[in-house]
């Protein structure tokens, strides 16, 4: 699975938009682009994920670049819920066998009143 | 509500013990998952299986177990042969292994030796 990059940390103010990049420049025509946030102590959450259009579900927004080397993770109204460290996610799919999620040490995103 | 129920929230271990961490999900998932995660770090693979009876090794299988005689139930052994078994252990399930599907976690067994 490619390898991605995303800043350390990040800081939101509470009520406004959260933009968390993802870095994926060696990404393949077949792996798909993951977002998962986990916080303290509990079980990483699923947010969404993509291939190539831009995605849309009830917690975010993904946008990926037409080259697909990179995407936007996009919360728009941040609470103080939404402090927790997120991660963005490579992966290859339709194999034929299963594959495993590659987490990466994330960018802890940090919201404030 | 459907989701993924890992037991217990705490476990401790004594030299020379196996324990068993319970995975239970009712999503009617296929596949299952068992990975470990260190203090700062991200999760490694220790085993995941795509059907009943069927189970494959991850990255760090060694000094684990695992069974899967049901579909909803991927219980995992931490045995004495595991020397360093002190981690946040992470269940996860999805509808199939090899599609786009997501995976979803449950919250987690954290384990400490005694």
């Known amino acids: 699975d490619a390898k991605t990059t995303q800043p350390p940390s990040m800081d939101c103010a509470e009520g406004r938009a959260a933009n968390l990049p993802c870095n994926h420049s060696?990404?393949?025509?077949?792996?798909?682009v993951y977002w998962y946030r986990q916080i303290h102590s509990q079980g990483p959450q699923y947010i969404i994920h993509?291939?190539?259009n831009n995605e849309t579900n009830e917690m975010a927004s993904l946008i990926i670049t037409e080259d697909r080397k990179s995407s936007t993770l996009i919360l728009p109204h941040a609470t103080l819920r939404d402090t927790a460290v997120y991660y963005c996610?490579?992966?290859?799919?339709?194999?034929?066998?299963?594959?495993?999620?590659?987490f990466g040490t994330g960018t802890r995103l940090q919201v404030t009143l | 509500d459907g989701g993924i129920t890992q037991s217990p929230k705490y476990l401790f271990r004594k030299e020379g013990q196996n324990v068993t961490l319970s995975c239970e999900q009712n999503?009617?998932?296929?596949?299952m998952y068992w990975y470990r995660q260190d203090p700062g770090q991200g999760l490694r693979l220790i085993y995941y299986?795509?059907?009943?009876?069927?189970?494959q090794k991850g990255d760090i299988a060694e000094g684990y177990s695992v069974s899967r005689e049901k579909k909803e139930s991927f219980p995992l052994t931490v045995t004495s042969a595991q020397k360093n078994p002190t981690a946040f252990y992470l269940c996860?399930?999805?509808?199939?292994?090899?599609?786009?599907?997501?995976?979803?976690f449950g919250d987690g067994t954290r384990l400490s030796i005694l």
């Open positions: 996860a399930s999805s509808i199939e292994g090899y599609s786009n599907q997501p995976q979803h």
């Open positions: 060696t990404i393949s025509g077949n792996e798909y």
């Open positions: 993509g291939l190539k």
């Open positions: 996610i490579v992966r290859a799919t339709n194999t034929g066998t299963a594959s495993k999620l590659t």
């Open positions: 999503l009617n998932h296929d596949a």
């Open positions: 299986s795509q059907i009943v009876n069927d189970f």
